[in-house]
Nanobody
């Protein structure tokens, strides 16, 4: 079982900044990938915003790569996303995502995905 606790969402004016945090806990050997997805409205597809792997490599959505920065603190099992220069188009529910290794057997690694409950980010004047 993996639990994710998100924080940092809220209302911000256009041009403002927010920092999202997501702490993972539970039963796992290691955290492989951590990241953030967002869903702009019910029924719309959940889209990748940014992910960071255990080696520190990152991948961003094209429209946020110059404004958002993802980072992780493995000692705290926490992923962060600093969001700057926010626009109304960034309004969405942001979901934390992790892929963890729950165990190994020989060369086989057992993996599991987990999602946070979502935190609402509203960008409006």
């Amino acid at each position: 079982q993996v639990q994710l606790v998100e924080s940092g969402g809220g209302l911000v004016q256009p041009g403002g900044s927010l920092r999202l945090s997501c702490a993972a806990s539970g039963s796992f050997v290691s955290i492989n990938t951590m990241g953030w997805y967002r869903q702009a409205a019910p029924g719309k597809q959940r889209e990748l915003v940014a992910v960071i792997k255990s080696d520190g490599s990152t991948n961003y959505d094209y429209f946020v790569k110059d404004r958002f920065t993802i980072s992780r603190d493995d000692a705290k099992n926490t992923v962060y996303m600093q969001m700057n220069s926010l626009t109304p188009e960034d309004t969405a529910v942001y979901y934390c995502y992790v892929e963890v290794t729950t165990g190994t057997k020989g060369w086989t690694r057992f993996k599991k995905d987990a999602w946070g409950q979502g935190t609402l980010v509203t960008v409006s004047s």
